[in-house]
């Protein structure tokens, strides 16, 4: 009893000794709970008790020495300004403010803390430029996630900000307002960066050849920008890239088939809503990697590359509204695992490739707006988990034929097929007895004669 009785105020007074945090801690956090707007502290008015171990309260956590090294209070309804205060807590390492209503500006004193290594703002209402580093130092900062993304900062990327930031791996500032160029330059500063995500501002000019020295960077997002000119060769010196995604811009020139190969490890690859011309080269078909291709909305032309055929792991493929032409059975689809393809808006002529249903967890395909001809084949029935398929504009013969063999495609939410059949006969027959999950069906501008036929009134699920 008495051996157990001394154990216990051993115990206790070692968890208190090597868990406290000092004065200093207390008051710098105390500061930035009282900087809160009341309506927005979280609680923590109340949680956050004056007179204890501040590494015992919500949100806050300490290293065995009772250092204050994490402070995460991500969503947790805080409103008002952030305190540079936070910055007097000399040990920390992590601190998340994430999804709160946060406004102002973020002091430089915690961008440039010595101690910070993850920095996470994103999702609040702040706003203002970056703070510049002011006195320049060599000594480079110790962060190396920074995500601003989701608020109203605008300006110039500083480059006297970057230059400090010498072990950043991670910068988000996406959804925000900045402009000016794309602060290329971070892979200079940062040899070790391997995700920067700068889509949705207002960044312009051209991608800066710079980027040739990001070796390590692996995801490089800049969609929904206003970057203008051509991709340059020195981007494709990024061999590291794993995700190059520019969609939305205003990008010109073609995609070099030398320059491409050389990314081949890339996922994905976006470029869709640009001004891109040229065809797709067959070295594309060397992207082993390769799961998502997205090049819709630009002035792409000629056939598509049988290499195609080699991109074992592609799910996903858009090339919507090109101009792309020829049969695309040119293309052998039954080695990919396709999930999504739409081959819309472009002049592709021929039957429906057989091939394409070997991509038996093809859950979405466009085809409208082609220069298509013929009938499905009885094989569209191995696409059991097809749940949209358009094809839409002038291609297919025989509606009959056309919903005998669709109707075993039972997972089918929207059937879209108007301008085709031209002038026949809508069948009435019952044996028309599928499509159960049908929510939407078109069969505009064909245009049809006969009756609308009983058998529609049985898709219960139909909303138009
Ligand atoms: C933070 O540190 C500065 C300088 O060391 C000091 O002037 C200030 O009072 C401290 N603030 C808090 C809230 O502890
Ligand atoms: C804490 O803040 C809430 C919300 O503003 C307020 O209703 C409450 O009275 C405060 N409690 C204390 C102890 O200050
Ligand atoms: C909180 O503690 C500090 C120092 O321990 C003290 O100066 C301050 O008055 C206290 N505040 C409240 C509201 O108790
Ligand atoms: C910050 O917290 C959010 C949860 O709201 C989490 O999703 C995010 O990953 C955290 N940030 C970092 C850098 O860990
Ligand atoms: C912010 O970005 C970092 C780095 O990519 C990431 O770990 C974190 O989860 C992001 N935060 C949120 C809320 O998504
Ligand atoms: C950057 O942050 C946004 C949220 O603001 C998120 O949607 C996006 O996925 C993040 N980027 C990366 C590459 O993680
Ligand atoms: C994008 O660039 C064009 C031409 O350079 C300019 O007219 C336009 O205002 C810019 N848009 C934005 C959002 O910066
Ligand atoms: C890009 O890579 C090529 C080929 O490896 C090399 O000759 C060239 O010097 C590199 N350019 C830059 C700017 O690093
Ligand atoms: C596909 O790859 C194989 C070997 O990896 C190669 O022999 C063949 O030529 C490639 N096909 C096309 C169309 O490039
Ligand atoms: C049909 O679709 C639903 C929802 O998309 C899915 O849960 C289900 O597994 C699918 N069934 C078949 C046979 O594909
Ligand atoms: C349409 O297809 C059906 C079989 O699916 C066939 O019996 C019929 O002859 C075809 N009609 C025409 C005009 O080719
Ligand atoms: C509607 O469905 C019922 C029950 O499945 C079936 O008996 C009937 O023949 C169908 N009617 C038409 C017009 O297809």
Known sequence: MLFCSLAFVLLLSFVSLSTSCTEQERSSLIDFRDGL???????????????TDCCQWEGIFCSTGGVVTDVLLDSEGLKGSIPPSLSNLTGLLRLNLSRNSL???????????????????????????????????????????????????????PSTTLEVMKNLVAL???????????PSSV????????????????????????????????????????????????????????????????????????????????????????????????????????????????????????????CTGLRYITIRNNSFMGDLSRVNFSRLDLR???????YFTGTVPESI?????????????????????????????LSFLSIANKSFTNITD???????????????????????????????DGFGNLQVLTIDSCPLVGKIPLWISNLTKLEM
């Open 37 to 51: 707007s009341p309506e927005g502290n979280g609680g923590l008015n109340v949680s956050w008790i004056n007179s």
């Open 103 to 157: 406004e102002g500006s973020l002091p430089a004193e915690l961008l440039f803390s010595n101690s910070i290594l993850v920095l996470d703002v994103s999702f609040n209402y702040l706003s203002g430029p970056l703070q510049e580093r002011r006195q320049s130092s060599n000594s480079g900062l110790p962060l190396q996630v920074l995500n601003i993304s989701s608020n109203f900062f605008k300006g110039q990327f």
């Open 172 to 182: 988000n500032a996406s959804n925000n307002s900045f402009t000016g160029s794309m």
């Open 187 to 310: 892979c200079n500063y940062a040899p070790s960066i391997a995700m920067l995500d700068l889509s949705l501002n207002e960044f312009s000019g051209t991608i800066s050849p710079e980027f040739a020295s990001c070796s390590m960077l692996k995801v490089l997002k800049a969609g929904h920008n206003n970057l203008t000119g051509l991709l340059p060769h020195e981007l494709f010196n990024a061999t590291s890239l794993e995700q190059l995604s520019f969609p939305n811009n205003d990008l010109r020139g073609i995609l070099d088939a030398s320059n491409l190969v050389r990314l081949n490890n890339l996922i994905i690859l976006d470029l869709g809503s640009n001004g891109l011309s040229g065809n797709i080269p067959d070295s594309m078909g060397q992207l082993s990697r390769l799961e998502e291709l997205h090049l819709d909305n630009n002035l792409m032309s000629g056939e598509l590359p049988s290499a195609l055929g080699n």
């Open 340 to 346: 999504t393809a739409d081959f819309s808006m472009n």
């Open 357 to 385: 249903y070997a991509c038996s967890n093809l859950i979405a395909l466009r085809l409208s707006f082609n220069k298509f001809h013929g009938q499905f084949s009885p094989s569209i029935a191995n696409l059991r988990f």
């Open 402 to 432: 056309a919903l005998h063999k669709l109707k075993s495609c039972s997972n089918l939410t929207s059937l879209l097929i108007g301008t085709n059949f031209n002038g026949e006969t809508i069948p009435k027959d019952e044996a028309i």
